[in-house]
């Protein structure tokens, strides 16, 4: 099993840009998750899906943050316009369903904006 | 609202010698806990898990854990740590009404030294 794969894994981009992080989460699972980690802020949730439906959005920092899920096997993360202070890395993390607590994380993708 | 408490952020420890990594939660109602490992540059890796039964949980690399619920804690230790074990640890808390949501606390950063 390849395990959950993000791209890309480094992101440098000016202030002002539209970034697209993506996420394939392992097959057959149903949950997806996405983390933003940062050395003042620790490791947030800002989203999750159950079968492909966000349920839990609360974490989103605000509206230039957005993510998708079109299908079971692919979800993406969009920042439009990315600012400094969205520099992180960034998770994904996949898990069995609704009744699985075990999740699996991707290597990240470490995000750097100028 | 569900947290996690980390009480050091930083454990210095020998080659060889003993370790516990302190977590407590707060909850009123049943809960399931975690811990994950983060070694450098990479992601997330599951420790070990309570969701019922036996307080005291083994994990992988040699840790185990107990839960406490009168103290609502749920520590991690191993008897003899190696090099290879450095690396950040998080504990994680997930309540049954939450779906397979985790919050996770800030993190101890363990470096072991030879």
């Known amino acids: 099993d390849a395990g959950v794969i993000q791209s890309p894994r480094h992101e440098v981009t000016e202030m002002g840009q539209e970034v697209t992080l993506r996420c394939k989460p392992i097959s057959g699972h149903n949950s997806l998750f996405w983390y933003r980690q940062t050395m003042m802020r620790g490791l947030e949730l800002l989203i999750y899906?159950?079968?492909?439906?966000?349920?839990?959005d609360s974490g989103m920092p605000e509206d230039r943050f957005s993510a998708k899920m079109p299908n079971a096997s692919f979800s993406t993360l969009k920042i439009q316009p990315s600012e400094p202070r969205d520099s992180a890395v960034y998770f994904c993390?996949?898990?069995?369903?609704?009744?699985?607590?075990?999740?699996?994380f991707g290597p990240g993708t470490r995000l750097t904006v100028t | 609202a569900q947290s996690v408490t980390q009480l050091d952020s930083q454990v210095p420890v020998f080659e060889e010698a003993p370790v516990e990594l302190r977590c407590n939660y707060s909850s009123s109602v049943s809960v399931y806990l975690f811990w994950y490992v983060q070694y450098p540059n990479q992601g997330l890796q599951l420790l070990l898990k309570?969701?019922?039964?036996?307080?005291l949980v083994k994990g992988i690399n040699g840790f185990e854990a107990e839960f406490n619920k009168s103290q609502t804690s749920f520590h991690l230790r191993k008897p003899s740590v190696h090099i290879s074990d450095t690396a950040e640890y998080f504990c994680?808390?997930?309540?049954?009404?939450?779906?397979?949501?985790?919050?996770f606390g800030g993190g101890t950063r363990v470096l072991v030294k030879p």
């Open positions: 309570y969701l019922s039964g036996s307080t």
């Open positions: 993390a996949s898990s069995l369903g609704a009744s699985s607590y075990e999740q699996y």
């Open positions: 899906f159950n079968n492909n439906v966000p349920i839990d």
């Open positions: 994680a808390v997930s309540y049954p009404a939450a779906g397979n949501k985790l919050t």
